[in-house]
Each structure stands twice: as structure tokens, then as C-alpha cells.
């Protein structure tokens, strides 16, 4: 988990980047950067519409056979 800024109470505020030399475009970059590290970015996709219970049962029943496929493949040519 990334670095967050802490107030006295002991609560996560957020996310914080330092911006050095005027330099916006690589500050963006870390933000964007960290964001993805903590998921923060997928949740979001997930959550703009609702889903069923049947919907993500099926989205992460396929997602588990792509995982399967991949490492086969990844295993095969290690063979």
C-alpha cells in the first residue's frame, strides 16, 4: 500500500505526491502510478454500475480460466 497522509487523529486523508521543479506531467505519472498499485482505479471501473451477484460470478469464473490459460502456456514454454 502506498504512502498516505495521516491527520492527528490517526486517519487516512489520502494520497499525496510531491511535485518537484515544477514538474506536473511526472508528478501525474507517480499519482497515476500509485492509484494503479492500490487498485484504487479498478474499484472504481467496477463500482460506476451495478453488477449481479450472477454477473460477477460469471466475470470472475472467466477471469480464473484466462488466469489458467496464461500459466499454461507460461508453463509449457518453460518446458
Known amino acids: 500500500m502506498s504512502n498516505h497522509i495521516r491527520?492527528?487523529?490517526d486517519n487516512?486523508?489520502?494520497?499525496?505526491?510531491e511535485v518537484r521543479?515544477?514538474?506536473i506531467a511526472r508528478a501525474?505519472?507517480?499519482l497515476k502510478k500509485k492509484?494503479?498499485?492500490?487498485?484504487?482505479?479498478?474499484?472504481?471501473?467496477?463500482r460506476e454500475y451495478f453488477e449481479s451477484k450472477g454477473?460477477?460470478?460469471r466475470?470472475?469464473?472467466l477471469a480464473a480460466?484466462?488466469?489458467?490459460?496464461?500459466q499454461r502456456i507460461k508453463d509449457k514454454d518453460n518446458w
Do not use: S, Y
Not at 35 to 46: K, M, S
Open 12 to 17: 487516512v486523508r489520502g494520497m499525496a505526491v
Open 35 to 46: 492509484l494503479a498499485e492500490d487498485g484504487i482505479l479498478q474499484e472504481l471501473r467496477t
Open 28 to 30: 501525474l505519472r507517480k
Open 59 to 61: 466475470l470472475e469464473k
Open 55 to 57: 454477473t460477477k460470478r
Open 7 to 9: 491527520n492527528n487523529n
Open 21 to 23: 521543479n515544477n514538474d
Open 65 to 70: 480460466i484466462r488466469r489458467f490459460k496464461k
